[in-house]
């Protein structure tokens, strides 16, 4: 069997690491009061993997020793196991469906493909004998881009690139390295650190997540403001096609027509299987440090962000969060004891005198990167800022332990499911002219949303990823659920959603589109937008071969969405269990 890792069937990250409030005497009570939930009450575990109800696979014996041939017998399995690992990603609809053994349709067949020919073979004999592929790579994605369409009556291949997992050249000249689509951030970063570079991407989801994922799904990491988005850092790249390959040489720009490079990012493998990234590199700066800042109000910070953005000043990290998120950020701190803990309350002391209503009080954090100087020079042209909207910096130590948590919020959203309780997110874009009106419709469609289930609920707040037009804003919402999770989500979900386009956002920023965000494509692109797509799409696979059902799916309008909440099932409605 293949020694390519994964995450655990049932959740996010690896077995054995999981979220514990214990050490934070804040979390419960600041739980109880967000979405009425005892997090003391003892967990209902997910169900044993034997207590799952799963299809045997329908490869015909002569196919799969087609693939077995290809990939070696040890690379190619239709284990049960293997097979629900590589049937969802890690959406919260994903997750409950698992817990509630609700698996329609899992792969056939998975195949660990070792190289590029490996892919090109498998391919070619996927679309000779009619199958459907279905490419992976660190399973982390939360907009439904993995999943095979319930009914899908074909043979199912899921080609996992985890064994292309190299840097296999930097150029160092022309800051540039080719790294197989398989590899994932921590390798990548390990790799390219030992020589001095850093790719300078990290997302969320970068210790379980590669880079062909990333440029399938458009993908952007926290010191995007730096570094760039993916669209920005993948400069080439090769994808196996049915008896070809697709090309993109690096080059720093050119004027060749519609860009096939911009086709590529973000189509989720409906056009064929990336194999390869060539993306910009840098050296590794002299100094990276994290700054905190706290300011009175979120108007005062998004006016910071924005202003920080026109200035001279360009940080790798731009975050604030709305005074709920800064809540729920203290709230999951462990206790402060000793002079940092008095020194907190100090601060906090100082702040009331000066007028400052704690409860509004907003949390951010700052990145710079560069030499002794250059971050020194920054560090004080941020700091003006701050000042003028009436913002005080609090220094390193918050911002290194932000730095050093930073990948381990998803675990939350299992430690929540076991207690009967679903937490997600929504993340979009807008102008800045348009983020105060966005942020309020979408906090205010969550809220109506809550009332119409009948349930406690939560939704905070913050902005990131700053651009010269505008920024992101990542939402995550939660409350408790009833006998009908998903139904009760997707009110939620569609809500906030309807809230993005309505006030002028986007679907989505950097989670992709899946099968989540897929309704709204027509209120994002235009439907004139979604037929041109449409074409590509049929064009390129006119067999509908290649993860058939993501991006483009059915519509939905505002009367939908609204129809949807006046139907919501309320939680008094739902029986108990």
Known sequence: MTDVKHMKWWGWGIEGVGFHFEDKPAFAPFVQKAVALDVRTPPVPPLAFDELTIAPSRISPTFEAELAAIVGE??????????????YGKSIRDLLRIRRNEIARVPDIV??????WDVQQIVDAAVAAGAVIIPFGG???IAGSLE?????????VSLDLGRLDRVLEIDEGSGLARIQAGAQGPSIEEQLNAKGWTMGHFPDSFTHSTVGGWVATRSSGMQSDKYGDIADICRGLRMVRPGAIVELRPLPSTSTGPSVREMILGSEGRLGVITEVTVQVHRQPAVREVQA?????????LAAMHEISESDAAPSITRVSDARESGFSLATAKESKGVS????KVL???LKRRGWNLDDMCLSFIGFEGSESHVSYEKKLVGAIVKKHGGIGVGKGPGALYDQKKFDTPYLRDFLLDRGAAADVSETAAPWSRLQEVYDSTVAAANKAYEALGVHGWIMCHLSHSYHSGACLYFTFAFVHGDDPIAQYEVVKFSIQQAFQDAGGTLSHHHGVGVEHSPWMEQDISPAGVALMQGLFDAADPGQQFNPGKVLGAQVTAEDVAELVAKAP????????
Do not use: C
């Open 348 to 350: 906090f002391s100082v």
């Open 74 to 87: 040890e690379n190619a399995t239709t284990d049960a196991m293997e097979r629900v690992v590589h049937t």
């Open 111 to 116: 195949v660990y493909p070792g190289d590029e």
């Open 139 to 141: 399973g982390s994605n």
């Open 293 to 301: 800042y706290f300011f009175p109000n979120w108007k005062a910070g």
């Open 341 to 344: 803990g008095t020194a907190q």
């Open 148 to 156: 095979p369409l319930p009914d899908e009556q074909r043979t199912i």
């Open 570 to 577: 309320r939680a008094a409605e739902v029986p108990a269990s």
